[in-house]
């Protein structure tokens, strides 16, 4: 299970088997939910307790088993509650402590045994305290120790046997100092060796051997120093390569064997880089090349060992490139073809070995063509047959003998056709029955085999229907139950032995719409 935290959308727990999100929000009405929609932070501990940072509603406990929340929030008349209720860092350490770092209140360690909070602040008096109250980052080096960045205070390492700070602070005169105390982010990689992202100041990484910093800083002339030297995230992938996310210049990849970094991001004077920085679709192929759908670059692939993106656009001299620049959906079949579907130029499908697309594009004079131009989603079922959805054309059925389609229209009768031809999703239900999702004309369960249709649609007055018919998402649970996300509907659970539907939204503390997520915890399979 993923979860991913927002600014101003609470937290959402992602199910890669499923591949959606439920969200958990704050509801003013009750205290069992999320005291704040803005989180800033997350950890696990050993128990599968999550533990969250709120921008207001200070740290919060997750149980995911009972689906509850505790609160923990500062109390003037309680010297052990919690200093500030703005907690902007979460770090749960090997000992099973929980600390959480404030803005202008310092650093809490919290004990579960004893329900207690531990404040450590600054004291200009005291060199082994805290280097500033304003704690962005925390994390914990192999030796247990605790290593804190503060925003304007430097760095500070806490000695768990001591309990006592040693600083770390920069103020120009040193280049082998911290290039400024302003500090983001903090990493460490495989190799043990701590990273320190800062507000203006690049990324330094610490030699203990030499209790020095080596920094690494934007140079506008040498291409191969970093993006960007506000840097507000670092992480390191599988294969060791560390990635850093900066404020305005995109992300740069870090090359170990040289130190020069490499940037991500469209560029007009580079040829091999992506080329639209909007991007609609993702998918990663069998072959592990990355392929992007953008709004107005067309097709991206991206080999990553080769580290080249090779651009797939409409040319109009070339009937064998791509139909439109505006990629929507992705699908790779189980031969390995790539089927690209576009919003205004069809459905394409590539071939890797010949590298031309094969065009499928709406024919008024022939009525085997695709039903629509503007493809929101292509899917494969169980049996190798290709699924179109269209946003004015229905559904459609690709023959790969006839390379032809057969279509399912709402005008073929409602109680018999498709309820509506703005196709949104499409997912397959064990039996091989298909459940086709809507933009507005709710839910359908389609039997290919009978060409039977059952629809599901939205009731005024029955909270046991569909709560809208604007259906966006789909997701099958293993006992043949759906979860359903809706346009303005929130979130429907449907019972297929009962044939109702559950619904939760707002008045649950649920987001009615998608917000902007900010970091994401990988916790153990649930």
Not at 223 to 248: A, R
Not at 393 to 411: A, I, K, M, V
Not at 476 to 485: M, P
């Amino acid at each position: 299970t993923r979860w991913v935290v927002t600014n101003w959308g609470g937290f959402n727990r992602y199910d890669p088997s499923t591949q959606r999100f439920k969200r958990y929000q704050a509801d003013p009405g009750s205290k069992h939910t999320l005291s704040h929609n803005y989180v800033w932070d997350i950890d696990e501990d050993r128990h599968g307790m999550l533990w969250l940072g709120t921008d207001g509603g200070g740290l919060d406990r997750f149980d995911p088993r009972k689906g509850s929340f505790t609160h923990f929030r500062h109390d003037p008349a309680d010297p052990h509650s919690i200093s500030n209720d703005n907690v902007v860092a979460v770090h749960v350490d090997g000992r099973g402590a929980v600390w959480a770092g404030t803005r202008q209140g310092g650093l809490c360690r919290f004990d579960p045994a004893t329900g207690r909070f531990r404040i450590f602040r600054h004291d200009p008096a005291d060199p082994s305290s805290l280097g500033g109250d304003d704690v962005r980052a925390i994390i914990e080096d192999a030796e247990g120790r605790i290593w804190v960045g503060t925003f304007g205070g430097g760095l500070s390492v806490f000695d768990p046997g001591t309990e006592r700070f040693t600083r770390y602070a920069g103020d120009g005169s040193d280049p082998w100092q911290l290039p400024n105390n302003r500090i983001h982010s903090l990493m460490i990689d495989a190799k043990g060796t701590i990273w320190i992202g800062t507000d203006g100041g690049g990324v330094s990484r610490f030699i203990p051997q030499q209790n020095k910093f080596l920094t690494y800083r934007h140079d506008t002339r040498k291409p191969e120093s970093i993006c960007n030297d506000i840097i507000l995230s670092m992480i390191e992938d599988n294969s060791g390569v560390l990635w850093f996310g900066s404020e305005f210049g995109g992300i740069s990849k870090l090359d170990h064997t040289r130190y020069n970094f490499h940037h991500y991001r469209s560029d007009p004077d580079n040829r091999n880089s992506l080329n639209d920085n909007s991007v609609w679709s993702i998918l990663i192929d069998r072959n592990n090349i990355l392929w992007i759908g953008t709004r107005v670059g067309g097709l991206n692939r991206y080999d990553r060992a080769a580290n080249r993106f090779t651009h797939f656009l409409h040319d109009p001299r070339d009937p064998f490139s791509l139909s439109n620049n505006h990629v929507r959906c992705l699908l790779e079949d189980h031969d390995g073809r790539l089927w690209v579907g576009t919003d205004g130029g069809g459905l394409n499908r590539f071939d890797p070995l010949t590298r031309k697309f094969t065009r499928y594009l709406n024919d008024p004079v022939n009525p085997a063509s695709l039903s629509g131009n503007r493809v929101y989603c292509v899917f494969q079922d169980s049996r190798d047959r290709i699924w179109v959805g269209t946003r004015t054309g229905g559904l459609n059925l690709f023959d790969p003998t006839t390379r032809g389609f057969r279509h399912y229209r709402s005008e073929d009768g409602y109680d018999q056709g498709l309820s509506n031809d703005f196709v949104y999703v499409i997912r397959e239900r064990s039996d091989g029955k298909l459940w086709v999702g809507t933009f507005a004309g709710g839910l359908n369960l389609f039997d290919p085999e009978s060409g039977r249709w059952t629809h599901y649609r939205s009731r005024a007055n029955d909270t046991t229907a569909l709560s809208s018919d604007c259906v966006l998402a789909i997701t099958e649970t293993n006992d043949g139950g759906l979860w359903i996300g809706t346009g303005g509907g929130g979130i429907n659970h449907f019972d297929p032995k009962t044939g109702k539907f559950r619904v939760w939204d707002e008045r649950d503390g649920l987001a009615n719409r998608s917000e902007e997520h900010t970091s994401e915890l990988q916790s153990r399979q649930s």
